[in-house]
């Protein structure tokens, strides 16, 4: 329209929800939202879903996707008119967001999941053909919740998926989507994986979470020293 913005408005499952695109007429960037209305209660489930895209600079971006088993809760576990999990609320945002690149000839995208372990599903390729986007779509929509959260593993595969070369001036902008509904659940003690929830006492279980959440900051670190990437965890 004239103020440089798309809306479009649509039902999925009892619940309404709004998407808006817009455009910044001097920069050139597009942002997305979506929001979510839950008994007549706007929820914003991607407040900032993608970076700036700037045409005339090439991006990457790996997208690192929670399918652990809590991904398979309700939304609104309180509102028995809804029945939409998180996974495919989930799903339904990631899948509008690589509509923002259906003209891009210049983003490429990786995709992850993660839970109990990590599946590198999409290496780091261009989407820049409808037929691209669909098929990555379709990928998508195989995800299935299972497991626990392995974040720090997730964000290990994207610091492996961006090793080449960078330079700042001549360089895709890179960018790493973190896409969680909560917390890491799996870490490492002598070089072996801990699954939290296996542990017996409440105890060993907190010093499990927080043994993976210093693991997940570890690699989170590395990623944006090492391959100067800016990650956003949604």
């Known amino acids: 329209d004239e103020n440089n913005q798309y809306t479009e408005n649509f039902n999925n499952n009892g619940t309404k929800f709004t998407q808006i695109i817009t455009k910044d007429p001097i920069t050139n960037s597009i942002s997305f939202e979506i929001i979510a209305e839950i008994n007549g209660n706007p929820r914003k489930l991607k407040a900032t879903l993608a970076p700036p895209i700037i045409q005339t600079n090439p991006i990457d971006i790996v997208l690192l996707f929670d399918t652990s088993t809590s991904m398979n809760r309700r939304v609104a576990p309180n509102d028995p008119s809804n029945m939409q999990t998180k996974m495919e609320a989930a799903k339904i945002a990631a899948k ?44 998508i929509d195989t995800f299935t919740p299972n497991g626990s959260t392995n974040i720090g593993d997730s964000l290990k595969d994207s610091n492996n998926i961006l090793n080449f070369p960078y330079e700042e001036s001549t360089s895709p902008k890179r960018y790493v989507v973190l896409l969680t509904d909560g917390q890491p659940t799996v870490t490492y003690q002598s070089g072996s994986p801990i699954v939290c929830s296996s542990l017996l006492t409440s105890e060993d279980k907190e010093e499990c979470v927080q043994s993976a959440k210093n ?14 990437a800016t990650i956003y965890s949604i």
Not at 96 to 125: G, K
Not at 215 to 228: C, D, E, G, P
Request: glycine share 0%; proline share 2%.
């Open 96 to 139: 509008s967001f690589l509509d923002q690149f259906a003209v891009a000839d210049n983003t490429r995208i990786a995709i992850v999941t993660y839970s109990t372990s990590t599946d590198i599903l999409r290496p780091l390729s261009l989407v820049s053909s409808e037929s691209e986007i669909n098929a990555t779509k379709s990928l």
């Open 215 to 228: 693991y997940s900051m570890q690699q989170a670190n590395l990623v944006k020293t090492n391959r100067k």
